[in-house]
């Protein structure tokens, strides 16, 4: 049985600052790892994608990505309220299918 | 690029008819369409996987006959909710995947419809 696992939150944060979410997975051979935000009664929005071990940034977001160590994080910088939401982890294991975490809410507090 | 639509995105329907959700790939072909279910503050829930031309592949204790997917072709898949009870009411998401630098596993979700049975 391939987990993801996440911490549900929520996670508060107070604007400007720096919000790291975290993620492990259980199959070792995973390929794929991805992040979404989802807001309150919308469906997900692709954030990143990773594949290979270290960082990787994009505007105010990085993923990073440890496959000794089976953990992949996201980084959200200077934090806004819009930020908002509940994040999912999503991680593939070669072909179509995606395993999700339950997700992590993040609070961005004014 | 990537863009996924879902239609309607809210209906509400009596208890025993059946109700039919589209999906469709915009601007690339899907490889793969999956179907997901989602109740209030609970994590996404998948119900199904669908290949263009194919049966679908449904998760265990999901009802086929209950939920009906046909992929009729790399962009469009439909479920329809058949004989629907207020149990079925839910926010019902699909997602598509492509091609993309070899890896077929990057899914891009749609708007999500949301289905209330009285």
């Known amino acids: 049985q391939k987990e993801v696992e996440q911490n549900s939150g929520p996670l508060s944060v107070p604007e400007g600052a720096i919000a790291s979410l975290n993620c492990t997975y259980s199959?070792?051979?995973?390929?794929?790892f991805f992040w979404y935000r989802q807001y309150s009664g919308k469906s997900p929005e692709l954030i990143m994608s990773?594949?290979?071990?270290g960082d990787k940034e994009d505007g105010r977001f990085t993923a990073q990505l440890n496959k000794a160590s089976q953990y992949v994080s996201l980084l959200i910088r200077d934090s806004q309220p819009s930020d908002s939401a509940t994040y999912l982890c999503?991680?593939?294991?070669?072909?179509?299918?995606?395993?999700f975490g339950g997700g992590t809410r993040l609070m961005v507090k004014p | 690029g990537a863009v996924v639509s879902q239609h309607p995105s809210r209906v509400i329907c009596k208890s025993g008819t059946s109700v039919k959700i589209e999906c469709r790939s915009l601007d690339f072909q899907a490889t793969t369409m999956f179907w997901y279910r989602q109740f209030p503050k609970k994590s996404l829930m998948l119900m199904a996987t669908s290949n263009e031309g194919s049966k679908a592949t449904y998760e265990q204790g999901v009802e086929k006959d209950k939920f009906l997917i046909n992929h009729a072709s790399l962009t469009l898949s439909t479920l329809t909710v058949t004989s629907a009870h207020p149990e079925d009411s839910s926010f019902y998401i699909c997602?598509?995947?492509?091609?993309?630098?070899?890896?077929?596993?990057?899914?891009?979700f749609g708007p999500g419809t949301r289905l209330t049975v009285l």
């Open positions: 997602s598509a995947s492509r091609l993309r630098e070899g890896r077929a596993d990057t899914q891009y």
């Open positions: 990773i594949y290979s071990n």
């Open positions: 199959d070792r051979v995973s390929q794929s």
């Open positions: 999503a991680v593939g294991s070669g072909g179509n299918m995606l395993t």
